[in-house]
């Protein structure tokens, strides 16, 4: 088949099904974000030599009329060109609205948390975009089964969508992975317990949240220390400077270690470093960090949404807590941190749990089949 992926390529989604279609198909990736992070552009340099892959960048840089009309006009011809049969977008929003004009190829969607749970209800004009995209979509991808409901209430098809995970590649995400560079780089005792929120400082993410459970956690446990990535590009500038100064007027600089971001091949290790991993948004599908984490047997604290509840239950297989509420994180985290028991019977659940649900590789060859099936070739 000859498969085009429009998507902004600094999301690491992005990266975790294209190696596999690159094996088997002619693969042509539409990058319509203007700056490339430098681990990303490293990721897909790779891949430069195959003769089975073709790379385009293909900026939206204004909002206005001309600017969509040469995108529109550009995504086009890249598909007419490479004969791309189907088109998977990465993300509703600007650019897949434009290329679900394009006709005479399959169309496959693959929406965002965010994109259905926040940015569809909040926005009148999202909201339309997105209705759009799903009355010319032939296939639409999702992770979980209420944003499933919230695509039929945008006018989806209940028979062409499906719930595929992302999924997590267990080759790489396994238990027993060395952090020894990570102890040696951000000076972490091998007694120090480690609390790992890779979610990136954001509001969404309720990072302050995190930041203010802190000291309560100290109380009963000194030796700790947080690792809570900023995110690509320098995340929310505005936020960041309310993280920064909260975390100096509680005095917690010796605590918390805010890494610029995470390198998608130092996520494992990053795994394997962390006692607990923390997840706590406002609103949000499964995240693939919560999938990374049962894969390396990291117990998790979660906060309390429909996609994430669907698999994780509180003192089950994990902690459940209510959105932005300090206290029961705080209360969660020391609870876990006091019980390896607890933890042990957590992770163990929670290993077999992703081997079952978030295999990527199965993940994937169950997308590569629904293709076919668009293609008729099964």
């Known amino acids: 088949m000859k498969i085009g992926f429009l998507a902004d390529i600094n999301q690491h989604h992005v990266r975790r099904w294209l190696p596999y279609f690159l094996k088997n198909h002619d693969v042509t990736l539409i990058n319509h974000r203007e700056i490339i992070a430098p681990g990303c552009q490293k990721f897909f340099n790779k891949f430069n030599d195959n003769l089975n892959f073709d790379c385009y960048n293909v900026e939206l840089r204004k909002k206005s009329f001309i600017s969509y009309f040469r995108f529109f006009k550009s995504i086009k011809n890249i598909i007419k060109k490479n004969e791309i049969e189907i088109l998977y977008v990465h993300g509703l929003g600007i650019a897949g609205f434009l290329a679900s004009f394009v006709n005479k190829i399959k169309f496959v969607i693959k929406p965002y948390g965010s994109d259905i749970l926040i940015f569809a209800q909040n926005n009148f004009l999202f909201r339309q975009i997105s209705k759009k995209i799903f009355k010319r979509a032939d296939l639409i991808i999702n992770t979980a089964s209420n944003i499933n409901n919230k695509c039929i209430e945008l006018g989806g098809n209940s028979d062409k969508i499906h719930m595929i995970p992302m999924g997590t590649d267990l080759s790489i995400f396994h238990p027993n992975i060395s952090a020894d560079h990570l102890r040696h780089q951000y000076n972490i005792q091998n007694s120090t317990r480690v609390i790992l929120s890779a979610r990136h400082i954001s509001p969404l993410y309720n990072t302050d949240i995190i930041i203010k459970s802190i000291p309560l956690v100290l109380k009963k446990i000194k030796n700790i220390k947080y690792i ?38 130092d996520m494992p290790a990053f795994h394997n470093l962390a006692d607990i991993a923390i997840s706590i948004p406002s609103s949000d599908s499964f995240p693939s960090f919560l999938h990374e984490a049962m894969a390396c047997k990291v117990a998790s604290i979660v906060s309390d949404l429909p996609a994430v509840t669907e698999f994780l239950k509180n003192k089950i297989n994990s902690y459940v807590i209510p959105v932005r509420n300090v206290n029961a994180l705080a209360t969660a985290t020391i609870e876990l941190l006091s019980d390896q028991s607890k933890i042990d019977r957590f992770t163990n659940y929670n290993y077999a749990l992703v081997k079952e649900i978030a295999d990527s590789k199965k993940n ?15």
Request: charge should be negative; charged fraction near 25%.
């Open 364 to 378: 994937v060859q169950e997308v590569e089949l629904l293709f076919k099936n668009l293609m008729q070739i099964v």
């Open 228 to 265: 809570i990535p900023v995110g690509t590009f320098g995340g929310d500038k505005d936020y960041l400077k309310k993280i920064n100064k909260l975390i100096n007027n509680l005095d917690l600089r010796g605590y918390v270690e805010l890494p610029q971001s995470l390198e998608v091949e």
